[in-house]
């Protein structure tokens, strides 16, 4: 029950009270699971976390020495499209990788459909800089980027490492092989066009 008063707002808070059998059931759909999660995970971290290499040093090993792209100038437009496409609350969803995920839930369990789908470029980052981990290491690191790194840097990393089909890595060689111009003179149809092609190159990668 405690998590579940966590989690949910005030305004969330008052509806549910007018519902008490509804909050008996929520509140068992959250705490066990989240009582399961929070052993496994601390299991994780004590076994798995000193095994990671450091950061830096996968996003560097991922970069394969090529030029980094900087943030600042990709165009903003450009920026929305991909936020859009990809993870439209990216900016606006507060950091708490597990009250987040179990907030998901219930929102999916409410609307009956996948609504909300946290992470997906933290998880498209780990995806890139995380091969040769085993999965436990993988969710480790996703935890990391959720909730101890800035989300522009995050955001950063994922322009630069994500695949866009026929060999090509990052927002800056993508937008030469199949633009022929430099990523900062991407228009938002341009870049529209990438995501869908790195959905595709992801599918098939």
């Not at 600042?72 to 991909?82: E, G, Q, S, T, Y």
């Amino acid at each position: 029950m405690l998590l579940f008063v966590l989690i949910l707002n005030d305004e969330e808070m008052e509806e549910a009270m007018k519902r008490p059998k509804k909050v008996l059931i929520s509140a068992a759909f959250f705490l066990v699971p989240a009582l399961v999660s929070a052993v496994l995970f601390a299991f994780m971290v004590v076994n798995e976390t000193n095994k990671i290499p450091p950061l830096l040093v996968l996003v560097d090993r991922a970069m394969k020495g090529r030029e980094p792209v900087e943030l600042r100038r990709i165009p903003p437009n450009v920026l929305k499209a991909f936020l859009d496409a990809v993870e439209p609350d990216f900016f606006t969803i507060r950091k708490g990788y597990w009250r987040t995920t179990w907030r998901c839930l219930w929102e999916n369990y409410e609307a009956g459909r996948i609504a909300c789908n946290p992470g997906r470029i933290s998880i498209a980052v780990v995806g890139a800089i995380g091969r040769g981990l085993n999965k436990t290491q993988q969710v480790v690191l996703n935890y990391v980027l959720q909730d101890f790194m800035p989300k522009r840097l995050v955001l950063s990393w994922y322009f630069n490492l994500m695949y866009f089909g026929e060999g090509q890595y990052g927002i800056a060689d993508a937008s030469r092989h199949y633009f022929k111009k430099e990523y900062v003179y991407l228009t938002a149809a341009e870049a529209e066009m990438l995501t869908r092609i790195s959905a595709a190159g992801r599918r098939v990668r």
